[in-house]
């Protein structure tokens, strides 16, 4: 998988084939939608008679080889944007497509964070902030992924702007769950993210969750790799 399409089903439904027209009718809409971009920043907006979300949101896909010694740069090549959107349709227009977490190989990653938010550390909306981890056994990670993230989009969480996004890695051995937030050092907050986590996931009492601050991440790297600012991951 080395692109943003790699994490999507292929689909024989010919759905994806409607209302293109013609190639030259096709080149003349390219046209003028890059026209009209050029002039502003292009942001996901409800269709009509869609349901609006309260935030926009975007997903990205990322796949890397285990052991190879990585760094901002090579981080930011290799995560791909999959899509934005902005209403409860056009989440399910890219949902129903994508390849379930469970069904992934290999270190793959899937992001959703809020649009203009990437999922990196050093992000100005994520640097003072941190995030929940979940280490899940085998199995688990599609519904567990699902029910984190339709919590986030329905808002769920009740802090506010203070969710950023949330992340699910998936591992040779184990997968991870996390979900992050702008503001580290606001106990209460991080508290009931911690909180309804563990509703809307329905955890075991026994759950081990652990807060880590992306300050402590970034550290943690740089001691263990010997790199400087080598950005986010899971």
Same mark, same amino acid.
């Given at each position: 998988?080395?692109? *943003?399409?790699?994490?999507? !089903? ?7 084939? $409607?209302?293109?027209?013609?190639? *030259?009718?096709?080149?003349?809409? *390219? ?21 609006? +979300? ?49 069904? +992934? ?8 964070? *809020?649009?203009?938010? !990437? #999922? ?27 029910? %984190?993230? %339709?919590?986030? +989009? ?32 606001? $106990? ?8 309804? +986590?563990?509703? &809307?996931?329905? %955890? #075991? ?13 970034? !550290?943690?790297? &740089? ?12």
């Amino acid at each position: 998988m080395n692109n *943003k399409f790699d994490a999507l !089903k292929d689909d024989d439904s010919g759905d994806h084939d $409607q209302d293109q027209g013609s190639p *030259k009718d096709s080149e003349k809409e *390219k046209t003028e939608d890059e026209e009209q971009n050029s002039s502003r920043k292009k942001m996901s907006v409800p269709g009509a008679g869609e349901h609006p +979300l309260q935030y926009n949101y975007t997903f990205w896909y990322s796949r890397r080889t285990p052991g190879r010694p990585a760094s901002t740069q090579s981080y930011e090549q290799n995560i791909k944007q999959i899509g934005s959107f902005a209403s409860v349709e056009q989440f399910w227009r890219f949902y129903s497509h994508m390849i379930r977490p469970g069904d +992934l190989t290999g270190h793959s990653d899937f992001h959703l964070f *809020k649009e203009g938010i !990437k #999922p990196m550390w050093e992000d100005d909306a994520n640097k003072m902030g941190g995030k929940w981890i979940i280490r899940l056994r085998k199995g688990l990670a599609s519904r567990c992924w699902e029910n %984190l993230i %339709l919590a986030m +989009l329905g808002e769920q969480f009740m802090v506010g702007e203070e969710i950023c996004g949330a992340v699910v890695s998936v591992r040779f051995q184990e997968d991870i769950i996390s979900i992050w937030n702008k503001t580290a050092s606001d $106990q209460a907050t991080t508290a009931r993210i911690r909180d309804t +986590l563990r509703r &809307v996931l329905n %955890l #075991p009492p026994n759950t081990i969750m652990e807060y880590k601050t992306h300050t402590d991440s970034i !550290k943690a790297w &740089v001691d263990f790799h010997g790199l400087v600012n080598p950005s986010g991951g899971c």
